[in-house]
């Protein structure tokens, strides 16, 4: 169990530096597909806040996927040396990618879409579009999210218990 909660503090923190690479660095709009239709009405086309912006948000993009791999390498790793059974690897990959989802939802939509001055600090055109009202914009999104986790995470299971047994 000590694992999973580790994985899934690896994957939290690789999420948010996610959004913080891709919001306050990289600044592409096609990078925010999930972003509410609102706020991407508000938000302009721009070019590099400073000289470098988007590398040093491609560096923090690419340490935030090398935490998601590490978190479910380790998840892996731990399993087989444990000898994992399939239900044992689906329980610990639903249990992350739940705990991901979780995350999403009350650190991401309601704190810092909702409650926070997160996105009106690096688009201050956000400001008055974005608070509480927004909450719960995607929840088609989290309920697809956590139909789909199920079948991928059995696969997961599946292929680590074929591969490690």
């Not at 806040?49 to 935490?67: D, E, P, Q, T, Y």
């Not at 009202?133 to 697809?144: D, E, L, P, R, V």
């Not at 139909?147 to 591969?163: G, R, S």
Request: glycine share 8%; charged share 15%.
């Amino acid at each position: 169990m000590v694992i999973t909660m580790i994985s899934i503090l690896m994957i939290m923190l690789g999420y948010f530096l996610m959004l913080y690479g891709a919001v306050g660095f990289i600044q592409d709009k096609r990078l925010f597909s999930s972003a509410p239709k609102e706020n991407l009405a508000v938000i302009p086309d721009r070019k590099e806040r400073f000289k470098g912006a988007h590398v040093i948000g491609w560096v923090i993009v690419a340490i935030a996927v090398l935490l998601f791999i590490g978190a479910f390498a380790l998840g892996i790793w731990d399993g087989a040396r444990k000898d994992f059974e399939a239900l044992q690897y689906f329980a610990r990959f639903l249990i992350m990618l739940y705990g991901m989802e979780i995350y999403d939802i009350f650190f991401f939509d309601w704190y810092l879409l909702c409650r926070s001055n997160f996105f009106p600090h690096f688009y201050p055109e956000t400001k008055g579009v974005v608070g509480p009202q927004m909450f719960g914009y995607n929840k088609k999104a989290h309920i697809t999210h956590f139909i789909v986790y199920i079948p991928v995470c059995a696969a997961l299971a599946l292929c680590c218990e074929m591969l490690f047994s």
